[in-house]
């Protein structure tokens, strides 16, 4: 079985569904120590004036692990998130065909916990992608160790002879001590796409969304073209 993982993280970019997409089990790490300022609670789309950034705001302190984040709902966040989507992407050739799902995640109800917001939006862009996967949590179960070991510890609890590290993974993965126990690591090589947006320069790296108001069903394929 291979496995991968990944903290849960708000609108994510193209690289982590390919990385899901080269595995069979997918795990959100949403157990360990919240990130300030990453990709958990935030993440980048279009505009004319450059890529902007989307923020969730939350409730933490240094300890707080993932799942036990909350969402600030004090503040108009929904309401600013869905206009700037909107406003950033009306024209794109495909913003109808997901326009409904957008506006209900952003006027239907509001989220208490970052984590399960963001895990939401995960498994429902997998479904519109068209990539199966079988998604666990982390919290459900009790990986033991840090970094590379606990990792290696949920190999072994769920069976995994295959584990794909992002790139990052090279800075910490004891590959030793995978090769030791039985299990393959593989390094996620992500070269990014370049795909047709509005006009101007290409804007790199921004929320998978963009994309798929662009590109509809043909974004899995563009996704796929260059990982490795």
């Known amino acids: 079985m291979i496995l991968t993982a990944h903290q849960p993280s708000y609108l994510p970019w193209c690289g982590l569904f390919a990385k899901i997409a080269m595995a069979d089990t997918f795990v959100l790490f949403d157990n360990v120590r919240y990130t300030p300022r990453s990709f958990e609670n935030r993440n980048k789309i279009w505009t ?64 208490i916990h970052l984590a399960d917001f963001n895990g939401y939006i995960l498994t429902q862009l997998l479904k519109k992608l068209e990539i199966p996967i079988h998604y666990l949590k982390a919290s459900d179960y009790t ?55 509005f006009g101007g320069s290409f804007m790199s790296h921004l929320s998978v969304i963009d994309l798929l108001f662009h590109h509809g069903p043909q974004a899995k394929a563009i996704i796929l073209a260059n990982h490795s």
């Open 143 to 197: 990986f033991q160790g840090t970094k590379s070991e606990l990792v290696l510890d949920m190999c072994k609890q769920l069976g995994a002879d295959t584990y794909i590290f992002g790139a990052l993974g090279r800075e910490y993965a004891d590959v030793g001590a995978f090769e030791r126990a039985g299990v393959k690591v593989i390094f996620q090589d992500y070269r990014h796409p370049i795909y047709q947006q």
């Open 48 to 111: 004319s004036h450059g890529a902007s950034w989307l923020t969730v705001p939350v409730c933490y302190d240094r300890e707080t692990k993932i799942k036990d984040v909350t969402i600030n709902n004090d503040l108009p966040w929904m309401r600013k998130h869905w206009r700037s989507s909107e406003q950033s992407y009306h024209k794109a050739v495909h913003w109808h065909e997901y326009e409904k799902f957008f506006h209900g995640l952003y006027n239907n109800g509001t989220w």
